[in-house]
Every structure is written in structure tokens, then in C-alpha cells.
């Protein structure tokens, strides 16, 4: 499996559980646990892909501004996800927040699979692929037992 692959299924874990979010009603179990698995699941994705996937992209002028672009929205993600925290469950502002941060999950994630994905294909060789992919997953499984 290489990098791509590897970053695909956390991609599509991400898509499913972000849907499932916001079909939920109210301040649920079904809603507590859905929102526990996705932030769970974006800590640990942001955290292995940034020091697996967009740190060695850095390095190369053609994938250095999709890096740093896709790291910011990382960010940006964190930050929704901390006004979840501290917004009640039930309450309407919850939703739309939950909808935002969808909204945003799939424009990062379309981002990375239409254009970055492309771009590090040309600076990646086949080896660099093939360990990033290892090294990617081993540092998302130790992110995901922390959580």
C-alpha cells in the first residue's frame, strides 16, 4: 500500500462518520458517540499526515504551498471541533457547527485527493511512497490508542 491508499481510508472514515454526524437530532448517545469517533479520527489523521505525508512535501518548491495550505486547514478543523466542545449538544449553534466542519473535511479532503495527491506523485519516488505509507500508519494507530 502506498501513501495515497493509506491516507484513502482514513479519507473515507472521515466522509462516513461526518454524514452520520450531521443526520443525528439533538444531544443523543447516537450524536455523543458519532462526535467522539470523528475527532478521534481527525486527531490522529492531522497528526500522522502532517509528519508523514506533508513534512517530507515541504521540502519540494512544487508541493510547499499545498503543504503549508493543508496544514492550516488542519487547524481550522481543531478549531471547530474546540467550538463543539463547548457548545451544548442540543442546541441549533451545534448543528451548524457540525455542518461547517463537514463542509470543510470535504473540501480538505477533495483538495488533497484532487490536486496535492497529483503534485506529490511527481515529487515522491516509489520507495518514498511505499515507507511513508508504514510510517504513516504506525503513527496513526499510536495516535488513535492515545485518544
Known amino acids: 500500500m502506498n501513501i495515497f491508499q493509506a491516507l484513502r481510508i482514513s479519507h473515507d472514515t472521515q466522509r462516513t462518520l461526518a454524514d452520520q454526524l450531521v443526520a443525528t437530532q439533538g444531544d443523543s448517545p447516537e450524536r455523543a458517540s458519532l462526535y467522539l469517533e470523528l475527532k478521534r479520527e481527525l486527531a490522529a489523521h492531522a497528526a500522522a499526515e502532517e509528519r508523514f505525508f506533508y513534512v517530507p512535501l515541504i521540502a519540494h518548491d512544487m508541493t510547499q504551498e499545498p503543504s503549508r495550505h493543508g496544514i492550516a486547514e488542519h487547524h481550522q478543523m481543531d478549531?471547530?471541533?474546540?467550538?463543539?466542545?463547548?457548545?451544548?449538544?442540543?442546541?441549533?449553534?451545534?448543528?451548524?457547527?457540525?455542518k461547517e466542519l463537514r463542509h470543510k473535511i470535504y473540501h480538505h479532503l477533495d483538495d488533497e485527493e484532487h490536486s496535492v495527491f497529483q503534485l506529490a506523485g511527481k515529487v515522491l519516488g516509489e520507495s518514498e511512497k511505499l515507507s511513508l505509507a508504514k510510517d504513516y500508519e504506525?503513527?496513526?494507530?499510536?495516535q488513535r490508542l492515545k485518544q
Request: hydrophobic share 40%.
Open 79 to 98: 478549531k471547530l471541533v474546540q467550538t463543539l466542545e463547548s457548545t451544548e449538544r442540543s442546541s441549533p449553534a451545534w448543528l451548524a457547527t457540525a
Open 138 to 142: 504506525g503513527e496513526f494507530v499510536s
